[in-house]
């Protein structure tokens, strides 16, 4: 069985894995050019330590879509490494990691410089998932023929809220920072 270092070795960058996007790549590189980092002190505590991160995740993924640039900001100011594993190719790697027995991603996994796994984040901020569950709730039973139209109705306004509304992406930034300074202590 691979290791999660192992994974990393063998994963492309962040920012080739955007580059190579072939889903929703327009709609990450829209959130990357307009995120701007936060003015605090998270970029330098993190400089601080050799961490590397790994994102398993789809480039067909709205969360991904979102979360990845967002992160990758953080990671490029901070000169730190994150490589992606896609979840589709190798399902051993997500299956050790899933969200409450679902393979949700994006899932970042959080090693230290020796590669051993010390912590991880994802699938979603928890403010970002209580606007999925607002949305959801709204959705007429699975077994209702609009179901199907509801659910892709609710998916489309919720990456455009992804792609559009800052105050999204600042959910994600401090919830991942949040997570990263529990763990570096």
């Known amino acids: 069985m691979k290791t999660e270092q192992q994974y990393f070795e063998e994963?492309?960058?962040?920012?080739?894995?955007?580059?190579?996007?072939?889903?929703?790549?327009?709609?990450?590189?829209?959130?990357?050019?307009?995120?701007?980092?936060?003015?605090?002190?998270?970029?330098?505590?993190?400089?601080?330590?050799?961490?590397?991160?790994?994102?398993?995740?789809?480039?067909?993924?709205?969360?991904?879509?979102?979360?990845?640039?967002?992160?990758?900001?953080?990671?490029?100011?901070?000169?730190?490494?994150m490589h992606v594993a896609l979840r589709d190719a190798d399902t051993d790697l997500i299956d050790r990691h899933l969200t409450n027995g679902g393979r949700a991603i994006p899932m970042v996994l959080i090693l230290n410089e020796q590669g051993e796994l010390i912590g991880k984040w994802g699938p979603r901020a928890p403010e970002v998932q209580e606007i999925v569950n607002e949305g959801r709730a709204k959705l007429p039973a699975k077994e209702d023929p609009a179901f199907a139209e509801k659910q892709k109705e609710f998916y489309e306004s919720l990456q455009k809220r992804y792609r559009t509304e800052p105050v999204i992406w600042t959910y994600v930034y401090n919830s991942f920072k949040s997570r990263v300074q529990e763990i570096i202590k």
């Open 11 to 81: 994963g492309t960058t962040i920012q080739t894995y955007m580059e190579n996007m072939s889903t929703l790549k327009e709609e990450s590189y829209e959130v990357y050019d307009n995120f701007s980092l936060p003015q605090d002190s998270f970029i330098e505590e993190l400089k601080k330590h050799k961490l590397h991160f790994l994102t398993i995740t789809e480039d067909w993924c709205g969360d991904a879509m979102v979360i990845n640039p967002v992160l990758r900001k953080i990671v490029e100011a901070a000169d730190l490494p």
